[in-house]
C-alpha cells in the first residue's frame, strides 16, 4: 500500500525532480544555523549568547522576507526570485566569514530577508503539479514534511562535521556553495508555481484569504514549530541535569526518526487523522515526557509517540494551506506561512527556556505540550473543523 501510493505521486511529471532539487536543498539549509554558530564561537571567539544574536537576525530576516518574496514569486516568476534570491545567498556566503562579528549581524539580516524560499516553492510547485485529489495529495506532502525531517537529520551533523574536521570558515564556504548550486539547479528546473488559468488572474485582496480557517491553520503551524523547538532546547536540559548531555544528538534522532516514520505512515493512509486531532494529541502526549528523562534512553521512547505525529502534522497544514490559497496568489500565502514557521521558531526556544530558568527542565515539556493545546483552542475558535474537510478548503478561496 505505502509503495502504491508514494509510486503513483512520483510518476507523475516533474514531481520526482521537484522533490530531488528541493530535499537537496534543505540540507544545506539545515546546515546553514549550526555553521554560523560554531564560526562565531570559534571563528570569532565569541559565546553562545552573542551567536544567537546573530541568529535572531537571521530570523527576523526571513520572517519580513517570506511574504515578500512570495509575493514576488506571483508577480515576477520563479525565475527571477531564485536569480535574486541565489545571488544573494552567493554574496552572503562568500563575504560572511570574513566579517567582524557586527557585519555579520547586519549581513545576517539581509541574508534571511533575501534567503532562498525553498519551503515554499516545494510545496507551491506540488500544489501545481498535482491533481486535486486527496489520495495524490497527501502522499505529496507527506514525502516533503519527511524530506524536511531528513534533512534536519543530516544539515546540522554535516555542518558540525566540516567545522571539525576543517575549520568554520571552510564549513561556511561549503555550506554556500551547496546552497548556490541549490538555486541554480532550481533555476534551470523552473517548476511551474501556477496553472495556465492562474498565470492570467488578476490578484486578490488579502483579506479574501486571511480570514478564520485561514490563520487557524497558520497558528496551528506556528504552534507546532514551538513546540519542536521548545522541546528540543527541553531535551538538552533535562539530559543535562542528570548529566547525560552528550546523548543529546541520539536522543533528538530518535524523535526525528520517529517523525519521519510517522510521515510516511500518514501519507499511505486511508483515513488520515485530522489536523485539529493532530495538534491536540501532540500537546497532550508532550506534557508527560518530562517524568522519563531520568535515562536518556527513557526519554527517546517518551518523545517517539509525539515525534511519530509532528510529519502528519507538518503534512496536513501544508496541504490545507494550499487549498485555501486562492492560486494567483499563493506564493504570498506560503510565504505567510513560512513566516508563521519562523515565528514559532523564534518564540519556542526562549519561552521554554524562560520557563524552565524559573522552574525545572521537566516542566519546559509541560510548557511546550500547553502550547499544543492553546494552538488547538485557538483554531477550533477561528473555525479549524473545516480544515479537516478537503472540499470545504478548497472552496474557501472561492467564497
Not at 25 to 45: E, M
Request: charged content about 10%.
Amino acid at each position: 500500500m505505502v509503495l502504491t501510493s508514494y509510486g503513483r505521486v512520483a510518476r507523475l511529471p516533474g514531481v520526482r525532480t521537484l522533490f530531488l532539487v528541493t530535499g537537496f536543498a534543505r540540507i544545506p539549509q539545515a546546515a546553514s544555523g549550526v555553521t554560523i554558530t560554531l564560526h562565531v564561537v570559534l571563528g570569532l571567539g565569541r559565546g553562545y549568547g552573542e551567536a544567537g544574536v546573530v541568529a535572531a537576525a537571521t530570523t527576523i530576516g526571513i520572517a519580513l522576507g517570506g511574504p515578500l518574496i512570495g509575493r514576488l514569486l506571483d508577480r515576477r516568476g520563479l525565475r527571477r526570485v531564485v536569480l535574486l534570491t541565489t545571488v544573494a545567498t552567493g554574496v552572503f556566503w562568500a563575504a560572511a566569514p570574513w566579517l567582524s562579528y557586527w557585519g555579520l549581524i547586519a549581513l545576517s539580516f539581509v541574508g534571511g530577508l533575501l534567503s532562498l524560499p525553498v519551503m515554499s516553492i516545494a510545496r507551491q510547485g506540488m500544489a501545481a503539479l498535482l491533481p486535486s485529489d486527496d489520495s495524490y495529495r497527501r502522499p505529496a506532502f507527506s514525502l516533503d514534511s519527511v524530506l524536511t525531517e531528513m534533512s534536519y537529520m543530516v544539515g546540522p551533523a554535516s555542518g558540525v562535521f566540516l567545522t571539525t574536521a576543517l575549520s568554520s570558515t571552510a564549513a561556511m564556504l561549503v555550506v554556500g556553495a551547496a546552497m548556490v548550486f541549490s538555486g541554480v539547479w532550481l533555476y534551470f528546473f523552473d517548476p511551474p508555481m501556477k496553472s495556465g488559468d492562474a498565470e492570467r488572474a488578476e490578484h486578490v485582496p488579502v483579506l479574501s484569504w486571511l480570514r478564520g480557517p485561514m490563520i487557524a491553520a497558520l497558528v496551528i503551524a506556528a504552534a507546532m514549530v514551538l513546540i519542536m523547538a521548545g522541546s528540543e532546547v527541553a531535551i538538552v536540559a533535562a539530559l543535562r541535569q542528570h548529566g547525560q548531555v552528550d546523548w543529546s544528538g541520539l536522543v533528538i534522532a530518535v524523535w526525528c526518526l520517529a517523525s519521519v516514520v510517522g510521515g510516511i505512515l500518514h501519507g499511505a493512509a486511508r483515513r488520515p487523522i485530522p489536523l485539529i486531532v493532530l495538534i491536540t494529541l501532540i500537546g497532550v502526549l508532550t506534557l508527560p515526557v518530562g517524568l522519563f528523562a531520568g535515562q536518556w534512553w527513557t526519554l527517546a521512547l517518551a518523545l517517539v509517540p509525539s515525534g511519530l505525529l509532528c510529519a502528519p502534522t507538518f503534512s496536513s497544514t501544508s496541504d490545507v494551506v494550499t487549498r485555501m490559497a486562492p492560486e494567483s496568489v499563493r506564493g504570498t500565502v506560503m510565504g505567510v506561512y513560512s513566516s508563521a514557521f519562523t515565528a514559532g521558531a523564534a518564540v519556542g526556544a526562549p519561552l521554554i527556556g524562560f520557563v524552565m530558568d524559573s522552574s525545572a527542565p521537566s516542566w519546559g515539556f509541560v510548557a511546550a505540550g500547553a502550547v499544543g493545546l492553546l494552538g488547538t483552542a485557538v483554531g477550533v475558535a477561528l473555525g479549524g473543523r473545516r480544515l479537516s474537510q478537503p472540499q470545504l478548503s478548497s472552496s474557501l478561496s472561492a467564497s
